[in-house]
């Protein structure tokens, strides 16, 4: 898969902040989180986005609206119960395999 360096790469950087993983490449009806984590007692959906330039938008331009709303029902699907702390999270990785930077951020306020 093209993208899995950068999926990796962001697995670990989470996984360094202390997140568990729950799941990778979790399937929903309404969509897939990329990454399905836990920080504390909060679940995470993590949208993971690589772009190796800006020529054709940053990889948080990529994550649109109804992605957003997509991740957060699809993560309320996962948990079968809405009463639990859901976050939705991006982790944003700027250049190629071997020479890369990492923006991790919320999506939602």
């Known amino acids: 898969m093209k993208g899995s360096w950068a999926e990796d790469a962001a697995l670990r950087y989470l996984l360094d902040k202390g997140y568990e993983l729950i ?3 979790q399937r929903a009806p309404y969509g897939e989180l990329d990454l399905w984590m836990k920080d504390g007692e909060a679940y995470v959906a993590v949208e993971v986005k690589q772009r190796r330039g800006e020529r054709f938008g940053t990889p948080l331009e990529a994550i649109t609206p109804k992605k957003i709303e997509r991740m957060k029902a699809s993560a309320i699907h996962l948990l079968e119960r809405d009463d639990v702390s859901v976050r939705l999270e991006a982790v944003l ?10 923006d991790h951020q919320a999506l939602e306020d």
């Open 93 to 102: 990785v700027y250049g190629s395999e071997r020479n890369h930077r990492i």
């Open 23 to 25: 799941g990778r490449n």
